[in-house]
C-alpha cells in the first residue's frame, strides 16, 4: 500500500522546472557566490601586527603578544591587568619541581 501512496507523486517533476527556469531567476545562484566569496575572504585570519610584552623577569621570561596598534592607555591597563593574572597563565614551559 505505501508504493501506491508514493507513486501518485512526480518527485521528478521540480528538477524539470528548475531546468526550465530563464535566466532572470539565475541571480540568486551568483548572489550567492558572491557572498561565498566574501565569506571566504573573512574566514582567513587576520594579519595584525603584535607586539611582544615580557610579564615575567629577564631570567624567567614570560612572553605574550598583544595588538601593536592599540592605544597606549589601553594597552597600559591590558598588560597591568595581565601581570595581575600571570601566576594562572600557561607559557607551555615546564615547571622546574
Known amino acids: ?8 507523486y ?12 530563464s535566466e532572470e531567476d539565475c541571480e540568486l545562484p551568483a548572489e550567492l557566490a558572491r557572498l561565498l566569496k566574501q565569506e571566504e575572504r573573512v574566514i582567513q ?4 601586527e ?3 610584552i ?11 603578544q598583544i595588538g601593536a596598534t592599540l592605544e597606549d592607555s589601553v594597552k597600559r591597563r591590558l598588560v597591568e591587568m595581565l601581570k ?14
Open 45 to 48: 585570519p587576520h594579519q595584525e
Open 54 to 64: 615580557n610579564l615575567g623577569t629577564e631570567d624567567d621570561k614570560k612572553e605574550i
Open 84 to 97: 595581575e593574572y600571570v601566576e594562572v597563565m600557561s607559557f607551555g614551559q615546564a615547571e622546574a619541581s
Open 1 to 8: 500500500m505505501n508504493s501506491s501512496v508514493m507513486a501518485q
Open 50 to 52: 603584535l607586539e611582544t
Open 10 to 21: 512526480d518527485f521528478d517533476n521540480p528538477i524539470y522546472q528548475a531546468e526550465e527556469e
